[in-house]
């Protein structure tokens, strides 16, 4: 069962920052958190991870509080072509192995123009 | 670096059938896990295969079974098909250190309608 819980759908301005909330409150001390999204019909793919500081790649942004019990993927200026539904996910531990993703139902996030 | 690939990337069968999908993995990447994507589900993980062996295994019967070769590629098959097959089936690759961060990356997947 997925561990995360995001709103279904958000919408956004192209140009402007896209703010993606994420709930993961019974997150475990070593458990990272995953961003991956998904556009239509295409394979998901990852955006950022993270597991106590904020991280920042060429994607996006992902901010994390300090309790880690949420976080929130920026996208800093948002395009058409980022318009796709975008997962929390926070990796199940199990050690040396590699464990599974739940994916749960993500955010569909429109960018308008 | 070539990403994931997956064949056939259509694919429609009837009722009954078997059906066997490939996945080729990233180059250097040991780890292969399957996804099964559906409207009604969402992404649920199929299992996951590293070194040849299975590591972990998500709440499908037993007509889903998967493999992997020495090369690290990797079939699915699914036996005795159903309505309730059809989906997106993806793959996922990825390094497999003993350590997170264990980013997977997807490959396209391959869409299988059974009518």
């Known amino acids: 069962d997925a561990k995360t819980t995001q709103p279904p759908s958000m919408d956004c301005a192209e140009g402007r920052a896209a703010n993606l909330p994420c709930n993961h409150s019974t997150i475990s001390g070593n458990e990272y958190v995953y961003w991956y999204r998904q556009i239509h019909s295409q394979g998901p793919q990852y955006i950022i991870h993270g597991l106590k500081n904020n991280e920042t790649n060429e994607m996006a942004s992902l901010i994390i509080t300090e309790d880690r019990k949420s976080s929130t993927l920026i996208l800093p200026h948002a395009t058409l072509r980022d318009t796709a539904v975008y997962y929390c996910?926070?990796?199940?531990?199990?050690?040396?192995?590699?464990?599974?993703?739940?994916f749960g139902r993500g955010t569909q996030l429109t960018v308008w123009p | 670096k070539a990403g994931v690939t997956q064949t056939p990337r259509y694919l429609i069968k009837t009722r009954g059938q078997q059906v066997t999908l490939s996945c080729s993995p990233i180059s250097g990447h040991r780890s292969v896990s399957w996804y099964q994507q559906t409207p009604g589900q969402g992404l649920q993980f199929l299992f996951e295969y590293f070194s040849e062996t299975q590591r972990n295994k998500g709440n499908f019967p037993g007509r889903f079974s998967g493999r992997q070769f020495s090369n690290s590629r990797s079939e699915m098959n699914v036996s005795t098909l159903e309505l309730g097959d059809s989906a997106l089936y993806l793959c996922a690759s990825s390094l497999a250190v003993s350590a997170p961060p264990y980013e997977q990356y997807f490959g396209p997947g391959t869409r299988l309608t059974v009518t």
């Open positions: 996910i926070v990796r199940e531990n199990r050690g040396s192995t590699l464990g599974r993703l739940y």
